[in-house]
């Protein structure tokens, strides 16, 4: 009896010691799904310009992420002393004279999400829809956009590996029925399915960099920035900052087998990261 009365006791402080282990598995398994989330909506995107190469991608970054627990735990006791009770009305001695009840109570609450932004910016989309167009279809549907050289301009400092920015033959499309069960992802818009196999994830894994990249709206080109003083008859000085192409430094990274990280500015409010929130 009496370790039976312990384990109640001690439960509900035993569940708050798991906490940590909670959150620590609760916050892996989250990070996990953010490449599935970028892979999926990419593919999204691919069915929908197999289906129609004049569409308008549709796109979100995420920015931030949160997994947190929230546990909560009570105990309350309630002792009943009847010592007017008889021996009969005791039922034999099954019910004492003093009564003792406990109420033990546990209460956890998971949270976790993703912090999205939609991709609005016209520019970042022309550049996105030129390169799921060259994707599906070799040629952009209009020269209104420019695709070849924005895009060249864009990854200027890969201009030499194409193949890499836009990999081809990763995919296959077809109708539902044709979809193998063993495909790793599979994405449809109406009636047309796309889906990667095992052998394509290399192709899904660099095309959907070269989009998250292009979101960014980061080109991949060196540049340098001067400031030129200019002086008129008054005596006055005024100041012009332009950006340029830094040509050496353009040279050095087509020379180079491992290209230099380049110096990056988001314009999406970026959160630092994945928090992990235990309460």
Request: net charge negative; charged share 20%.
């Amino acid at each position: 009896m009496r370790r039976w009365m312990v384990l109640v006791l001690a439960a509900p402080l035993l569940a708050g010691c798991q906490t940590h282990l909670v959150l620590r598995d609760d916050a892996v398994k989250l990070s996990n799904t953010l490449a599935d989330l970028n892979q999926q909506q990419v593919l999204n995107n691919v069915a929908m310009f197999v289906h129609n190469p004049s569409a308008l991608p549709s796109l979100v970054a995420v920015t931030a992420g949160t997994a947190s627990i929230n546990e909560q735990h009570a105990f309350s006791g309630n002792a009943t002393y009847a010592p007017t009770l008889t021996f009969g009305q005791q039922g034999g001695g099954a019910l004492p004279i003093l009564t003792l009840l406990f109420n033990p109570t546990a209460q956890r609450q998971v949270t976790e999400n993703w912090s999205m932004v939609p991709i609005i910016d016209t520019d970042h989309l022309q550049r996105i829809r030129c390169a799921f167009q060259l994707l599906v279809q070799d040629a952009p549907t209009t020269d209104c956009d420019h695709c070849q050289a924005r895009l060249e301009d864009y990854f200027l400092g890969d201009a030499a590996h194409p193949e890499c920015v836009i990999p081809h033959g990763w995919y296959h499309t077809g109708c539902k029925s044709e979809v193998p069960k063993d495909a790793c992802f599979v994405a449809c818009y109406r009636d047309t399915y796309v889906w990667v196999m095992p052998d394509g994830l290399e192709g899904l894994t660099r095309f959907t960099m070269t989009v998250m990249d292009l979101t960014s709206g980061k080109p991949h080109t060196p540049t340098k920035t001067i400031v030129k003083t200019f002086k008129d008859g008054k005596l006055e000085s005024s100041q012009e900052t332009t950006t340029e192409v830094d040509q050496e430094a353009l040279e050095k990274l087509r020379k180079s087998a491992l290209p230099p990280d380049r110096p990056r500015k988001s314009p999406i409010p970026v959160n630092p990261g994945l928090f992990f929130v235990p309460h």
